[in-house]
């Protein structure tokens, strides 16, 4: 089992940044790749960017150029620099760590952009 922790998200003017961050623990020889993806109401689960093993990323067209994903493999941590932030980028953040015929989520964290 692997366990994710997200935390940074928040509330911020359009035009502004956060950073989230999603810390894994347990099982983490397991994980070949790590994610967010993001839900808004009344939409769909989208994924927003990954960043493979290999340190491959691709990210949500809606997103390129201003939003950054990494890692830090000593930490078992993801971070999602998000700039320029728009109020349709408001949505519930989720981790997302795949491996091998797993899949794992955080709880999810909470983004809001005011215009």
């Known amino acids: 089992q692997v366990q994710l922790v997200e935390s940074g998200g928040g509330l911020v003017q359009a035009r502004g940044s956060l950073r989230l961050s999603c810390a894994a623990s347990?099982?983490?020889?397991?994980?070949?790749?790590m994610g967010w993806y993001r839900q808004a109401p009344g939409k769909e689960r989208e994924r927003v960017a990954i960043?493979?093993?290999?340190?491959?990323?691709i990210y949500l067209d809606a997103v390129k150029g201003r939003f950054t994903i990494s890692r830090d493999n000593a930490k078992n941590t993801v971070y999602l620099q998000m700039d320029s932030l728009k109020p349709e980028d408001t949505a519930v953040y989720f981790c997302?760590?795949?491996?091998?015929?797993?899949?794992?989520w955080g709880q999810g964290t909470q983004v809001t952009v005011s215009s």
């Open positions: 997302n760590a795949y491996g091998v015929g797993k899949n794992y």
């Open positions: 347990g099982s983490i020889f397991s994980i070949n790749g």
């Open positions: 960043i493979t093993s290999s340190g491959i990323t």
